[in-house]
């Protein structure tokens, strides 16, 4: 990267990161504060109100966060053909804030698939193009720090949502859809910050921008990149969506009041891990941290499946939470150090493509184990999935040698 970027810092502390990063940073706070509103109570209402079945959240869940992660990838090659980013972010939060009120008048399973669709439309937009950014204004000495901080302000809305909506729940009279439209102010509140607040990268271009899906740019992203890739895709097939989290801990007996505390006890210890596991990274090597990540979600995944007691199910969530810690942030800067610097978005959303196009089966699968056989089989096969990325990932052995740009 070139050291003509103002914003580059390679000292590490909270003084020394990017303006860019602690902006959008704030701007996913909020967003998740919106969000996790609703998803602490949406697998409830849609089977206490709208009498959907296990199999139907299933299919919700894997078909919105497929749809998200399939426009990543051109959202990505998008940002990087015409070497902009901001607008593509902004559009994408813009759209996931304001798709938000279906929530609020659904009156079927189909309304909130509308919802769910529209909500990670925006986020397939706008993912790629702003890990992109976080990259551009860093460097390899510090950007596993750049990316936990990240990580944690936007965790600290992840767990705030569900604790406003255990409240907000709670003195409307388990109104779920009073909490879908207070939901609404915080995302409009991020849509404003973002567009206000954040400055377009400037990146030096040193040749002409090609065709970033072109097979030459493609290829030039380099094998240690692929297979990063390929060990993301395995390990996401078992990775599962959170609503069978809350469903677990509600089977397990937490009461229905309580259950939208399991995303709050779990992205408490998130926040609270990846700024620091991002310090680690940099210090200690990003992929060691990778291996440790992936076998502690094997663990806290049978711990899942045999978990009994209230108090096994609290502290298993919160390791749940020292994993993404661990992992989001490290995945991210590991792309972000393989790949050339004019691929960066389009390398962000190859990786999310191919992760969240496993999302759909993982999902399906999860809901068929569950409904047929019982929810241990759901977690196990979850747990296994992740045995079998970590075995591939040590196997591996990347190396961190960036491939050179495509002519």
Known sequence: ????????????????????????????????????????????????????????????????????????IFSGALSDRIGKRKQLVVFGYGLSTFVKPLFAIATSSGWVLMARFGDRVGKGIRVAPRDAIVADVTDSANRGAA???????????????????????????????????????????AVILLAIGIQEPKTPVTEPRKNPLSWDALKSLGQSYWWLVAVALVFNLGNFSDAFLLLQAKEIGISAELVPLS??????????????????????????LLVGGFLLYAVVYLGFAFADKNWQMWALLGLHGVYQGMTKGTLLALVADKVPANLRGTAFGMMNLATGLALLPASILAGILWQYFSPKATFI??????????????????????????R
Not at 43 to 64: D, H, M, R
Not at 264 to 287: F, I, Q
């Open 263 to 288: 995303l709050v006890v779990m992205n408490l210890t998130y926040c609270l891990s990846a700024y620091p596991m991002g310090l680690v990274s940099d210090r200690t090597g990003k992929l060691r």
């Open 381 to 406: 096969t979850g747990s296994a999935f992740a045995v079998i990325a970590l075995v591939l990932l040590i196997v591996s052995r990347p190396t961190a040698k960036m491939p050179r740009a495509p």
């Open 1 to 72: 990267m070139s050291n003509s970027q103002p914003e580059i810092l390679n000292k590490k502390g909270f003084q020394d990161i990017s303006r860019s990063v602690w902006i959008l940073g704030f701007v996913s706070l909020l967003t998740d504060i919106s969000s996790k509103m609703i998803d602490s109570i949406l697998p409830l209402f849609l089977i206490s109100i709208l009498k959907a079945n296990l199999l139907t959240v299933g299919y919700i869940e894997g078909i919105a966060e497929s749809t998200a992660s399939v426009l990543k």
């Open 147 to 189: 990316y936990g901080l990240r990580q944690s302000l936007d965790t600290i809305g992840a767990f705030t949502g569900p604790l406003l909506a255990i409240v907000l729940m709670s003195v409307s009279g388990q109104n779920y859809r009073f909490v879908f439209w207070i939901a609404l102010i915080p995302g409009i509140l």
